[in-house]
Every structure is written in C-alpha cells, then in structure tokens.
C-alpha cells in the first residue's frame, strides 16, 4: 500500500543544483529509515544518503558529502534531496527508498518500498 512517488529531476549544467522530492502516499512512521539511491546504466544502483526519520540523523556516502543534503518533512510525508555542485558522473536514475527498521542504510536490500525512479543528467 505504500507507495512513493519522486519528481524533480531533470538536465542540468554542470555545478549546478537540482532538488529531488519524494511523497509517500501514507504516514512514513511505517519507514524508519528512507534513503536516497542511485544507478548509472551499465553499473549497480548505490547508496546516496539516508535519513534516520525520528532523530533525522543523516548518512552519506563519500561522494554526495559536502554536496548532497537530504531532509524530510513530517507532515507532508515527503523527502528530499538537495543536490549541489553537481558533476558529470552524478548522471543516474535516482530512487527513493523506506525501511521500517534495521542498521544497514546503505544496503538496497534493507529497504522495502521504492519509488519509480527519477532521471538526473548532468552535462559538462
């Protein structure tokens, strides 16, 4: 029944900034957690950030950090990412992702409910 929906994708110049929504369609308190992901064509999908929703502790990989912020908003049930400075190799359908519980947050597995992916390109 749950179910996420992302917008704000796009193609943007290189050092540029893009913000990317994800809704829910209910309550998020069911996802502990909720992540953002990524996937280059021809390569795994891969961890971007994470957000630990009652403390909103945040997690990010090494490249999306000092770059990338990830935030939620309670009562909109939505999450976002801000994504600065943005380069070339950022390109990648970018997914949203929740989990009820669990430590891993950099694991896909981990999570259970995606959304349908958003396509972000960054040209040089």
């Known amino acids: 029944q749950v179910q996420l929906v992302e917008s704000g994708g796009g193609l943007v110049q290189a050092g540029g900034s893009l913000r990317l929504d994800c809704a829910a369609s209910?309550?998020?308190?069911?996802?502990?957690?909720m992540g953002w992901f990524r996937q280059a064509p021809g390569k795994e999908r891969e961890f971007v950030a994470a957000i630990r929703w009652s403390s909103g502790n945040t997690y990010y990989s090494d490249s999306a950090k000092g770059r990338f912020a990830i935030s939620r908003d309670n009562a909109k049930n939505t999450l976002y990412l801000q994504m600065n400075n943005l380069k070339p190799e950022d390109t990648a359908i970018y997914y949203c992702a929740g989990a009820s519980s669990g430590s891993y947050y950099y694991r896909p597995s981990q999570y259970r409910y995606w959304g349908q992916g958003t396509q972000v390109t960054v040209s040089s």
């Open positions: 209910e309550r998020t308190y069911r996802n502990e957690i």
